[in-house]
């Protein structure tokens, strides 16, 4: 998995892995058959959450990003485990909504299962925010060419470098993924 960090003062990737996964998600290949695809869910998986939430590094990407990711990363976690890993999309959670479907994500996790939230720019108000730092753990999504670095900073700095594993690089006018260094 792409482990990069965004500088805070320099707006720079500084790499702290040794390679830069980037995928496609709407490729057309089956996910979970697809090495990229499995390495970065082997690298996520390796890493102790329940909730995953995964969040744009900016605005630029269509309103299914991520949610496209999480299915994606679903098939591939239920390869692997022969177990479902539950998506729950984010993306349009209203402020009167947001302490059921977070108790939602308490009850499903509480039973140990684990559960992916696809969830929009952070740009888009501050549940966003709420809901990436009430889950375990986050992965920076980026769709490059798309979303600038100054964008992914203040995402980093709104959830809290802290929360996030890592971060995907995501192409989106691919036939498949690739993986660069």
Do not use: Y
Request: hydrophobic share 45%.
């Amino acid at each position: 998995m792409a482990e990069h960090f965004l500088s805070n003062r320099h707006a720079q990737i500084e790499k702290r892995s040794e390679q830069a996964l980037a995928l496609n998600p709407q490729s057309d290949i089956a996910t979970w058959k697809d090495p990229d695809w499995q390495r970065l869910w082997l690298a996520v998986e390796a890493k102790p959450w329940r909730a995953l939430a995964l969040v744009p590094a900016g605005d630029g990407a269509s309103t299914d990003f991520t949610v496209s990711i999480a299915v994606a990363l679903s098939r591939t976690a239920m390869v692997h485990l022969g177990s479902p890993i539950q998506v729950a999309d984010a993306t349009r959670v209203p402020l009167n909504q947001l302490n059921p479907f977070l108790d939602e994500v308490r009850r499903v996790t509480s039973t140990g299962e684990r559960l992916l939230l696809a969830l929009p720019p952070t740009s888009s108000g501050p549940i966003c925010t709420s809901i990436a730092q009430t889950a375990d753990a986050a992965i920076l999504c980026v769709l490059l060419e798309a979303m600038t670095s100054s964008q992914a900073n203040d995402t980093i700095r709104h959830v809290g470098q802290a929360r996030f594993l890592g971060s995907a690089i995501f192409h989106a006018h691919q036939a498949g993924p690739t993986v660069k260094t």
